[in-house]
């Protein structure tokens, strides 16, 4: 069974860099087979994706949010992790981690997700 | 960019057809996939490759994709099924992962 879990700061002033982790159990960061990602939520709204990696390390993000993202993965650890910079407001969301599915050329989803770690941007 | 459309809400009555559209620019030509979400919990796979269900998915949900629109459908529909959903694709030429604005399905 696959299993995600986030972890991160909770609360972070503006201006600031937040980091958040996904420790994965059951399949390998390092896998072939799948991507990982990240997938942010603001509150009563929908689902936006922030980027995915590769088991490479080849990254895809968000156009809208690129300037000031990194996913990265420490394969040690079975973990793969995400920083955002230059948090505002905007930036408050739960944010979720999860397993893409690639096969292909066209298909990708995301097939299993974390319980999603909320990240409040205030001062 | 590629954008994903979707109605924000839908109503049917239990043991009813619930149908939720997601529309693209030529979004036939690629894969649809759709997830559940109830409130205060994680999205979950309903439907990938257009009209595949993931295992523990009841036959009462079945998807369809042509065109410029892809379709989930509810068969049955029950109390249980009221939720967000929200339709996803790739965009292959620019490397995106696309999410519609979602659909609250209510079950009167």
């Known amino acids: 069974q696959v299993q995600l879990q986030e972890s991160g700061p909770g609360l972070v002033e503006p201006s600031e860099t937040v980091s958040l982790t996904c420790t994965v159990s059951?399949?390998?960061?390092?896998?072939?087979?799948?991507?990982w990602g990240w997938i942010r939520q603001p509150p009563g709204r929908g689902l936006e994706w922030i980027g995915s990696?590769?088991?490479?390390?080849?990254?895809y993000y968000n156009p809208s949010l690129k300037s000031r993202v990194i996913i990265s993965a420490d394969t040690s650890n079975n973990q793969f992790s995400l920083k955002l910079t230059s948090e505002t407001a905007a930036d408050t969301a739960l944010y979720y981690c999860?397993?893409?599915?690639?096969?292909?050329?066209?298909?990708?989803?995301?097939?299993?997700w974390g319980q999603g770690t909320l990240v409040t941007v205030s001062s | 960019s590629y954008e994903l459309t979707q109605p924000p809400s839908v109503s049917v009555s239990p043991g009813q057809i619930a149908s939720i559209t997601c529309s693209g620019d030529?979004?036939?030509?690629?894969?649809a996939s759709w997830y559940q979400q109830k409130p205060g919990q994680s999205p979950v796979l309903v439907i990938y490759?257009?009209?595949k269900r993931p295992s523990g998915i009841p036959e009462r949900f079945s998807g369809s994709n042509s065109g410029d629109t892809a379709t989930l459908t509810i068969s049955g529909t029950q109390a249980m099924d009221e939720a967000d959903y929200y339709c996803?694709?790739?965009?292959?030429?620019?490397?995106?992962?696309?999410f519609g604005g979602g659909t609250k399905l209510t079950v009167l």
């Open positions: 999860a397993r893409l599915v690639i096969r292909g050329e066209f298909l990708r989803y995301f097939d299993y």
């Open positions: 059951g399949d390998s960061v390092s896998s072939s087979i799948y991507y």
């Open positions: 990696m590769s088991y490479s390390g080849h990254t």
């Open positions: 030529k979004l036939g030509d690629k894969y």
């Open positions: 490759q257009d009209n």
């Open positions: 996803q694709a790739w965009d292959s030429s620019t490397l995106r992962v696309v």
